[in-house]
């Protein structure tokens, strides 16, 4: 006789991350796990401790942890990640996709590269340590190119705040100084998009829903920034670049942020780690479910477990 079990999938979150919005985050999904079928852990990178290469991360708990067979990976915890791969498992979103959505500049270019619209960036220089004096002879180039005002973006960040708008050429010199020694680099300002943007979810290349993003007191349109969201129909165009964004980045879902120009859409950015609460207030659409069916549908290809989720 033939023993049937329900697939298992590890909801892994950072360890030092668990605030109200992560916690929210990992109980929905946990939910929808559940609904799905799956037989869903939740666990954080405090658990699991990436080792050599070939081999499947240990566990840092004393209980013994079932055969995972897919992890949805709510990190940016990268040799855990590939880590898991390496041992067999399949992880959503891949550590490639993560990798590079967590660095704007790596995502820039990985967007440009595929030939997608962008706003027009610059790359500030690079510095191993923040200088004593820093020459700032390179920001008349920026300016030439981009104009003011100018966004300047760190290379790592998350819900826009480390997004900046500097309006005159002593501010973008301050923000240069104050941010020296990290990876940053400055894009050209959409004036006609100014305080709005477009976050389109993307699933398995598929658009399953979209909400216009708005705020009236600042550059930026983050819910966490104060920004207001109402349901949007995306456009043909919305549609097609989002998903040849999710495509680009190699992720299996993604939320796509969509400036609106003149001249047409162009890719803000790519998160990798879409919280969906907001799009879900704002659309009456439940991403969760859709993300359970394609981990479901890549699992049977990848791997046999008999008795999956129906």
Not at 72 to 96: C, H, M, T, Y
């Amino acid at each position: 006789m033939t023993t049937t079990r329900s697939p298992v999938l590890l909801i892994l979150g950072n360890g030092h991350m668990q605030t109200a919005k992560f916690l929210d985050y990992q109980d929905w999904i946990h939910n929808a796990a559940d609904k799905a079928g799956f037989t869903a852990i939740t666990a954080t990178n405090l658990d699991f401790l990436a080792g050599n290469i070939g081999e499947a991360p240990l566990c840092t708990g004393e209980e013994k942890m079932p055969a995972i067979d897919a992890v949805l990976f709510a990190d940016k915890d990268l040799p855990l990640a590939r880590a898991f791969e390496a041992s067999g498992i399949p992880v959503f979103n891949n550590s490639q996709a993560v990798g590079v959505c967590d660095h704007k500049g790596q995502m820039h270019e990985r967007l440009a590269a595929s030939g997608l619209p962008t706003p027009d960036t610059v790359f500030a220089p690079f510095l191993y340590q923040k200088p004593k004096e820093m020459d700032l002879r390179f920001l008349d180039a920026v300016i030439h190119r981009l104009g003011l005002p100018i966004v300047v973006k760190e290379a790592y960040g998350s819900f826009g705040e480390q997004v900046h708008l500097a309006q005159s050429r002593e501010e973008l010199e301050a923000l240069t100084l104050s941010l020296a020694g990290k990876p940053f680099l400055f894009q050209a300002f959409i004036k006609e998009s100014r305080g709005e943007d477009l976050r389109l979810n993307v699933i398995g290349g598929e658009v399953i829903a979209a909400m216009r993003r708005t705020s009236e007191t600042d550059f930026r349109a983050n819910v966490t920034a104060g920004g207001k969201t109402a349901p949007h129909e995306p456009t043909e165009a919305e549609r097609a670049l989002a998903i040849a964004a999710s495509r680009a980045v190699c992720a299996d879902f993604a939320g796509v942020d969509l400036l609106r120009t003149n001249d047409g859409p162009v890719i803000c950015e790519v998160n990798t780690n879409p919280h969906i609460r907001s799009i879900h207030e704002a659309t009456g659409i439940d991403i969760a479910p859709h993300m359970m069916a394609w981990i479901d549908k890549k699992i049977r290809q990848s791997v046999q477990v008999e008795g999956g989720p129906r």
